[in-house]
């Protein structure tokens, strides 16, 4: 079985879990692809048989895909994926994860599931960035979230916002959010936006900051085309695909869809959206329950 690999930023626990991971791995008699960031992150002094790929190389031949860390090294890894759907799983070697949801006690047995077979596949909808002039080097979909900031000022931004043609709003804000429904547990969330289940079909609109009280997130479907127009006293803004970023000024043209294709996101048995949010938002930690 082909499987690739992707990490970063390693601390020296971290690779020691990693070393295990590979080990099981091993055993599994697998082939290893693993990304050149994660090779030179990861440091150890065990001879494992490690293939190296690039951001851009097909992956196709590969049977599944392990992002080792947290959220954003999961959103990371399906930028290798991309359309080639191939499954992930996440394994979280950090903190909060909201999608990568499998703990270091857990691998193990994941894996062990993962081999018998013994998983589900969640299809998660990505949003796709059509601009002029062309941005993020041909990477133009993401996850969780699209957003245009200010950049190198106080004052706010105004954003023209229309929806399949029809202008929704000008908000007078420090920006606005675009998410999908994965990526409303993310940036959205904290910027008030609501909580929306991943197979909703729907993108969330959400301003950050706006200056306007009355501005609120908006909850539109996601077979719409969603443009945008820039204006503010600074001539550079801040767009972003997730967490990768890029500067434009306002003649910049963009315009939001969804994606053809789908991240696919392997689940463990037990393993369920609601269950995740109990954990990670604490929701039940009321002495009444």
């Not at 091993?26 to 090779?39: H, L, P």
């Not at 990371?76 to 950090?94: A, Q």
């Not at 789908?262 to 048995?269: N, T």
Request: overall charge positive; charged content about 25%.
């Amino acid at each position: 079985m082909r499987i690739g690999i992707h990490g970063r930023d390693f601390q020296q626990k971290s690779s020691r879990f990693i070393e295990r991971v590979l080990t099981m791995l091993g055993r599994y008699k697998s082939e290893i692809y693993v990304s050149s960031k994660f090779q030179r992150h990861f440091k150890s002094s065990h001879d494992f048989k490690l293939r190296e790929f690039e951001q851009g190389d097909s992956l196709k031949n590969l049977d599944f895909f392990l992002s080792l860390g947290g959220d954003g090294t999961l959103l990371e890894s399906i930028t290798y994926v991309g359309k080639h759907e191939i499954p992930v799983m996440g394994i979280n070697t950090g903190r909060l994860g909201f999608l990568a949801t499998i703990s270091r006690e857990e691998t193990e047995h994941a894996l062990d599931n993962l081999f018998k077979g013994n998983y589900s596949i969640d299809e998660r909808t990505m949003l796709r960035l059509v601009s002029d002039p062309k941005l993020f080097d041909g990477i133009r979909f993401a996850l969780n979230d699209f957003t245009i900031m200010k950049k190198d000022t106080s004052s706010m931004i105004t954003v023209h916002v229309s929806v399949d043609g029809e202008l929704l709003n000008s908000y007078w804000a420090d920006g606005v959010i675009v998410s999908t429904p994965t990526g409303s547990t993310g940036y959205s969330l904290s910027c008030g936006g609501p909580l929306v289940f991943p197979e909703s079909e729907s993108f969330i609109i959400t301003p950050v900051s706006p200056h306007n009280l009355g501005a609120r997130p908006i909850v539109v479907s996601d077979r719409s085309e969603i443009s945008f127009r820039i204006e503010g006293r600074s001539k550079k803004f801040l767009v972003s695909l997730d967490s990768r970023f890029e500067t434009v000024d306002e003649t910049v043209k963009l315009k939001i869809l969804k994606e053809r294709y789908k991240a696919h996101l392997i689940q463990m048995p037990g393993q369920h959206y609601f269950k995740t949010l109990r954990q990670k938002l604490n929701w039940g930690l009321d002495l009444r329950n």
